[in-house]
C-alpha cells in the first residue's frame, strides 16, 4: 500500500505526500476484559490493610481504587488499565502515558477509556486479561463487575 501511495504521491504536493505514506498508529489489540476498582474490588483491599497485611500484599487480594499516577479509578469516568509493555511501547517510562485515551470496543459499542492505571507485566498477571476497566468502563458497556469478557479490541485514540 505504502508504494502505490508513493508512486500516486510523484505528482502531488510533498506536504500531502508525508501525510500519505505515514502509517497508520492505530493497532488493534483483541483481549480479554477484566475488571478493577469496583467497589467489592476496593472492600477486599481494605479489609486486606485492615487485617494488618502490607498494602502491596493486598494489591494481590483486591484493589486500592488509586491508580499508577495517583489518580481515583473507582469513579465512573471510564478508565482503564494496561500491561505496562503495552503503554511503554508507546509513550516510554514515566508520567508520559497518564491520561491518554484508549478506544475500547465491544461488538457494536465502542467507549473511550482514560489510561489511568498500569497492570502487571505480561510475565507477572495472574488472569489472562490484556485490559482492566474501571466501574465508569463498565457502566458504559452494561457490564456489572467482577467480569472477564473475550474478543474485547482496544487501539490507542490519540
Known amino acids: 500500500m505504502i508504494t502505490l501511495r508513493l508512486a500516486y504521491c ?8 508525508a501525510v500519505a505514506v505515514t502509517p497508520a498508529l492505530a493497532q488493534s489489540h483483541t483481549v480479554i476484559a477484566s475488571s478493577f476498582a469496583d ?9 486486606c490493610v485492615a487485617s494488618g497485611a502490607s498494602s502491596t ?4 487480594i483486591g ?12 469513579s465512573l469516568t471510564p ?6 509493555e503495552d503503554w511503554q511501547e508507546r509513550w516510554g517510562k514515566g508520567n508520559a502515558a ?3 485515551k484508549i478506544r475500547v470496543s465491544y461488538e457494536a459499542k465502542t467507549v473511550i477509556c482514560e489510561l489511568r ?20 468502563a463498565a457502566s458504559a458497556f452494561g457490564w456489572k463487575p ?8 482496544w487501539e490507542w485514540a490519540e
Open 79 to 84: 478508565m482503564c488499565a494496561l500491561p505496562r
Open 98 to 100: 497518564r491520561g491518554k
Open 63 to 74: 484493589d486500592n481504587g488509586i491508580g499508577k499516577w495517583g489518580d481515583d479509578t473507582t
Open 117 to 136: 492505571d498500569t497492570m502487571p507485566a505480561r510475565a507477572k498477571r495472574h488472569n489472562p486479561a490484556g485490559i482492566d476497566l474501571n466501574p465508569g
Open 146 to 153: 467482577p467480569f472477564m469478557v473475550k474478543d474485547v479490541k
Open 57 to 60: 500484599s493486598c494489591l494481590a
Open 39 to 47: 467497589p467489592a474490588d476496593v472492600a477486599a483491599y481494605r479489609k
Open 10 to 17: 510523484a505528482a502531488l504536493s510533498a506536504a500531502f505526500c
